[in-house]
């Protein structure tokens, strides 16, 4: 395919992709080169024109059966899979798309946001043509807005047969789209991993979630199985979003190969909206995230020792601690793209990177920064000499992220005091809901109040499971039986207690609108008499009540 770039501020004609489009439908707006141009495509635009606010009666519908239905063996199938995945499994989840949905047409196009879009995939299928198939389903014009931080962004608009694609390397909600483009269609999100259960991944999500769930546009959402699935829902749950339930994508391929698992686009969800007001879904944002924060500790308390070791001695532990954080095993993909890494010397620049990574991002939860400066603040003075003395990578750029987050993670240990011992750090933290499902990993003592020095309940053995109701600091609130109980989630010498098996996201409980309209104050009710006249209104209130009373009593 050729595609030719202009100016992104220059709008392109809707008809051939020309970028000379100073002439415009008196109707609607829409550009065209030539007067020529707009007469050869009044055909196709004169509904839109005329005001057709749905793109979906135009949908050629293909009922494509995955990738069976194409006649391609070996690695012919290999290379189509590789092109056109995204494209096919975009255009099988539009022909799902609930029935009373609209697709709303922007300027007579069909504009589409692909959030955390890369260079590598997405734009790759779409420049390649791997996309032909869903670009010719409607007969429009496609904007493709590719935002995501992992892009490159282009100068100029890439344009071909009508189709622009355009570049933003940053995230959604920090974008800065252009006019035109500033309202989509419908937005897709790719294997955005939202339902990864990585705390880490999901957190950047959340804002931009909550905003496209404010502006109730549709949004598709892929993911890679049932696993993520699973959290998904619950996290859409959780902000009392509208989705339709996950479906089996029938064009799921595995891209990367050190992610064998990873089977992009195998379900997919429709979402648009959510039941909570505005200022109830910035609550409810509020409360994910903090329950994310309790994740992110909890699954830190497990590895905060290895990343210790690792950066302790990167040349001699790294690969050893790295193993430690898998059970004492590496993925044989994750073991195959360490011993290819470009460092010559088993991939310690990419453990390296990994672990400063997770360090620095967990250090952004209080309590979790306090548990690092408790236990590795030596550990990280010493990577720190080691990362600026030693020649452990080739890329300039490496080396300078992550002295970066040498930097921020010092920082942030700057900002907490230090603790004398590991039970002092909880004990000014707020309660957080937690729930998940524990598996105890060494003896320990479940205990009545958040203190080492209250009543032992009971002592557990290792493999029990545990409900979990909440985290307060490093200390987590169990159901045991028919009442609740403390678990004191790391010790200096055996490690962190238990592991996570499964959590979900508890979901905030709002007053209906009747009760909140009960707890508003007089002051909301009359604003303009209320400061003057308060004491006449209740006077009057209080003899309307009085006389009501008096008329049940006496008939």
């Known amino acids: 395919m050729a595609w030719f770039g202009e100016s992104q501020e220059e709008l392109c004609c809707i008809a051939c992709g020309a970028s000379s489009s100073s002439w415009r439908c008196s109707r609607c707006k829409v550009p065209y080169c030539s007067a020529e141009c707009q007469q050869g495509n009044w055909k196709k635009h004169r509904e839109l024109c005329a005001g057709k606010s749905d793109l979906r009666p135009e949908l050629r519908v293909q ?10 063996r070996g690695d012919q199938l290999v290379k189509l899979k590789h092109r056109e995945c995204f494209g096919l499994a975009l255009l ?13 047409p922007i300027n007579g196009r069909c504009v589409v946001w692909i959030l ?20 010719s389903s409607l007969d429009v014009g496609w904007d493709i807005v590719l935002i995501g931080p992992e892009m490159e962004e282009d100068k100029a608009v890439l344009v071909h047969n009508g189709t622009r694609v355009y570049t933003f390397s940053v995230m959604f909600h920090d974008a800065e789209l252009p ?17 990864a259960s990585v705390p880490l991944h999901m957190k950047s999500w959340i804002p931009t979630l909550v905003q496209l769930l404010s502006h109730g546009w549709p949004l598709l959402l892929t993911c890679f199985g049932l696993h993520e699935a699973r959290l998904e829902a619950s996290l859409l749950e959780a902000l009392e979003a509208d989705f339709t339930r996950h479906a089996e994508g029938s064009f799921g391929h595995v891209l990367e190969a050190d992610k064998p698992l990873s089977v992009c686009n195998a379900m997919f969800s429709w979402v648009r909206g959510s039941k909570l007001e505005k200022e109830q879904l910035l609550v409810a944002q509020d409360s994910v995230q903090k329950q994310l924060e309790a994740c992110q500790l909890f699954q830190f308390m497990k590895e905060v020792r290895s990343h210790i070791l690792i950066l302790s001695d990167p040349n001699g532990s790294a690969h050893v601690g790295w193993a430690e954080m898998y059970d004492g095993r590496f993925i044989p993909a994750l ?64 080396s300078d992220e992550v002295l970066g987050w040498v930097d921020s993670a010092f920082q942030w240990m700057q900002q907490t005091p230090a603790f004398a011992s590991l039970e002092a750090m909880s004990e000014d933290q707020m309660e957080i809901p937690f ?15 958040p ?3 209250s009543r032992v309940e009971t002592r557990l053995g290792k493999g029990q499971t545990l409900h979990a109701q909440a985290l307060k600091g490093l200390w987590v609130r169990v159901q045991f039986r028919e009442s609740s109980c403390w678990l004191h989630g790391y010790s200096e010498t055996d ?61």
């Not at 890369?118 to 791997?130: A, F, M, P, S």
């Not at 360490?338 to 997770?358: F, P, W």
């Open 116 to 135: 955390g879009a890369r260079d590598g995939i997405e734009k790759r299928q779409v420049l390649e043509g791997g996309w032909h198939r869903l670009l």
């Open 179 to 195: 006019d035109h483009l500033q309202r989509p269609s419908f937005v897709c999100a790719f294997n955005s991993g939202l339902g």
């Open 495 to 555: 490690g962190h207690a238990c592991d996570i098996t499964y959590w979900d996201f508890t979901r905030l409980s709002f007053p209906n609108k009747k009760w909140a309209l009960r707890m508003v104050s007089p002051a909301c009710l009359f604003p303009a008499v209320y400061y003057q006249e308060t004491s006449e209104i209740i006077q009057k209130l209080l003899c309307i009540l009085v006389l009501k009373k008096r008329r049940f009593l006496w008939g």
């Open 435 to 449: 729930n998940a499902r524990l598996e105890v990993r060494r003896p320990c003592e479940l205990l009545r109040e």
């Open 92 to 104: 099988e989840a539009l022909e799902k798309m609930p029935a009373n949905w609209r697709l709303k």
């Open 335 to 398: 073991k195959t793209a360490l011993e290819e890494d470009d460092d010559e010397n088993g991939g310690i620049q990419q453990i390296v990177r990994c672990a400063m990574k997770t360090v620095v991002a967990a250090c952004e939860v209080p309590c979790a920064a306090r548990l690092f400066r408790y236990l590795g603040l030596e550990a990280l003075k010493r990577f720190k000499h080691w990362a600026e003395t030693k020649a452990w990578t080739k890329h300039q750029w490496v």
């Open 63 to 72: 009922n494509l059966a995955g990738w069976k239905a194409f006649n391609f």
């Open 451 to 453: 203190c080492r020095t």
